[in-house]
């Protein structure tokens, strides 16, 4: 699944090419999404000007106007931008053609993902936006906070890392590798974590959602950027997908579990 540093990356990557665009035209071959694509999306969006893209979370915020198209990319989508005159393959499944002969497609082989529309100045009260934590990049976001947040939590500092309600877009991949250089096991539970220990796990999400969005992402399966290009954060990685291999900082095996569904790669020796 696109994690937030996928979702920048595209974000970053699309935003000279649409922002300032009018919408000429949309083309919905498959509505059948996670939610059903609007019926009428190709005339709502008909000559409106993208003035502004946004990223909430792993949602982006297309402005226009008079209301907001929300994009997700579930767990297998991905944007490209290409030629109006680019033939669609079997899981391209919504076209936004732009006033300049471009436009803006929308793969999505699982169809996990969204588009929607809302209405109106304030997107942010949207049901899938309304209660999403503090984003992990911004001031906002501190050990102080964090803190606070989890007094009395028995779930594990893992779990709670992946609730969006406590921080938006930290996913498996980036909870995993932020909890090795905090030094702290993913087994852990919230409430027992210091003020001092959360200060340095804000610290380690800010600096490996950072250095995933410097290094275009991850591309462990089929994220790609709208250039079709590749994430190379993978190769970064110290702990995410190297069960039974040594850590790198100390040569202990790195550990899998599975907490929550999910998978959990850790250092025994390194995570306390």
């Known amino acids: 699944m696109p994690e937030l540093p ?3 990356v595209i974000r970053r990557g699309i935003v000279s090419h649409l ?3 009018r919408i000429a035209n949309t083309v919905v071959r498959n509505p ?4 059903p694509v609007p019926y009428d999306l190709g005339e709502t969006l008909s000559g409106l000007k993208i003035s502004k893209i946004i ?4 949602y982006l915020l297309f ?12 767990m297998s989508g991905s944007l490209r931008v290409l030629s109006a005159t680019t033939l669609p393959q079997k899981h391209d499944h919504v076209d936004l053609v732009l006033d300049n002969n ?6 999505d082989p699982r169809r996990f993902g969204a588009i929607l529309w809302e209405s109106g100045d304030d997107v942010m009260h949207h049901p899938l936006l309304a209660q999403l934590g503090p984003e992990p990049l911004s001031a906002t976001f501190n050990g102080n906070l964090i803190y606070k947040r989890t007094r009395r939590r028995s779930a594990s500092i893992k779990e709670v890392l992946m609730n969006s309600r ?5 996913g498996n991949i980036y909870a995993s590798e932020a909890l090795f250089r905090a030094g702290i096991n993913p087994i852990t539970a919230a409430g027992q974590i210091g003020a001092i220990r959360y200060k340095r796990l804000v610290e380690a999400i800010k600096e490996t959602l950072s250095l995933a969005i410097e290094a275009g992402g991850s591309s462990l399966r089929d994220f790609v950027n709208s250039d079709g290009k590749p994430g190379y954060f993978q190769q970064q990685y110290w702990v995410y997908h190297r069960t039974g291999l040594p850590c790198r900082r ?7 579990i599975r907490q929550g569904q999910r998978s959990s790669f850790y250092c025994p020796r390194c995570q306390k």
């Open 32 to 35: 059948k999404l996670r939610w």
């Open 19 to 21: 922002e300032g665009r």
């Open 63 to 74: 402005h226009c106007g008079k209301g907001t198209l929300i994009v997700h990319l579930g």
């Open 6 to 8: 996928e979702v920048e």
């Open 166 to 170: 406590v921080v938006v877009g930290v």
């Open 102 to 107: 471009m436009m803006l497609r929308l793969r």
């Open 250 to 256: 100390c040569g202990a095996t790195i550990t899998q």
């Open 55 to 58: 990223r909430r979370g792993k």
